[in-house]
């Protein structure tokens, strides 16, 4: 079967998830990011790639960071965004999730950038729009459910590359609630896909997936022995609002046993860089003097984020 995310040419048609996608598409991603990180980093004029276009953001769960990047990435590609309001949608009034989809596409649309609390929504949209001969209209995930996220997982690989260049000599660890991140799964799929030899997860056994070794890392529930001679520190934020029963004794011993402290980080390589997709729970996944700290890399990811999103609305673009 031929991927989904792809076109009968093997081009990106939709970006679903990292899973399963060709190494040479992943690379692909971060190539084209590299020349829209200056447009990213400084007021420049507008690119015309995507000149003409109607991106449509469909955020059915808030999150500011996201929609704001892919905003700016469309708008300095020159797209006419538009914002949905959710909460006074068709969809709050019965209308059904494909129904909108529809009326949408019927309005033009080129592009549809969906955030969604049920894993597999975007696959879902984008199966309907291939079946309805769409296959004008792209899809991408900005995260589903606890399924994925595939350009947060790219744009943590585009800031990798950047200050690590080869991921075939690196030890990373993945440090947090592994069980209810869809950053997570992105990340481990795009790691292991790149050849990184050797991912970690960290975590209490109530917030790792049960046969997480499966997927192709070394489980620690020992933080300092996890940390030990790492390259890369990525700290995941406790999903509090996906947590279902008490998980964890409590925030603060949380914190104890498996936020990042400078004590915590030297047990990594002195040249760690320490990572977050945000929101940052200061106090409770990481101390502030390592969230400001040297080794943290946390506000470049947000400016790669911008480059990476240009990118994939590019290639999805044919540009």
Do not use: W
Request: no cysteine; net charge neutral; proline share 5%.
């Amino acid at each position: 079967m031929r991927n989904p995310q792809l076109n009968k040419n093997g081009e990106l048609q939709h970006l679903l998830t990292i899973d399963g996608l060709p190494r040479e598409i992943i690379t692909a991603v971060l190539d084209t990011a590299a020349p829209f990180t200056e447009v990213a980093e400084r007021e420049v004029k507008k690119l015309p790639l995507l000149r003409g276009k109607s991106v449509f953001n469909l955020f059915f769960e808030s999150s500011t960071r996201t929609r704001t990047t892919f905003e700016i990435a469309a708008k300095r590609l020159s797209a006419d965004v538009i914002n949905l309001n959710i909460s006074t949608s068709s969809t709050s009034k019965g209308e059904t999730l494909l129904d909108t989809v529809d009326n949408l596409s019927a309005m033009q649309a080129d592009m549809f950038v969906v955030r969604h609390a049920s894993s597999g929504a975007p696959f879902l949209i984008s199966q309907h729009l291939d079946a309805m001969r769409q296959e004008h209209i792209h899809v991408i995930n900005a995260g589903d459910g606890r399924h994925a996220h595939p350009t947060q997982g790219l744009l943590d690989m585009y800031t990798i590359r950047h200050y690590k260049k080869d991921f075939t000599k690196l030890t990373v660890a993945i440090v947090g609630d592994v069980l209810h991140s869809r950053v997570a799964r992105s990340q481990i799929n795009a790691l292991t896909t790149l050849g990184v030899p050797e991912v970690r997860v960290i975590g209490p056994k109530t917030l790792l997936p049960a046969d997480v070794e499966k997927l192709g890392v070394r489980v620690f529930h020992d933080m300092r022995a996890g940390l030990k001679d790492v390259d890369v520190v990525m700290m995941l934020r406790l999903q509090n609002e996906r947590m279902q029963g008490a998980l964890l004794p409590s925030s603060e011993e949380f914190f104890k046993y498996y936020g990042l402290t400078p004590d915590k980080l030297e047990r990594a390589r002195p040249d760690a860089i320490v990572m977050h997709p945000g929101p940052m729970n200061r106090g409770v996944e990481i101390d502030s003097a390592v969230a400001d700290g040297p080794h943290a890399v946390i506000l470049p990811q947000v400016t790669f984020g911008i480059a990476v999103r240009m990118a994939v609305m590019a290639m999805l673009a044919g540009n």
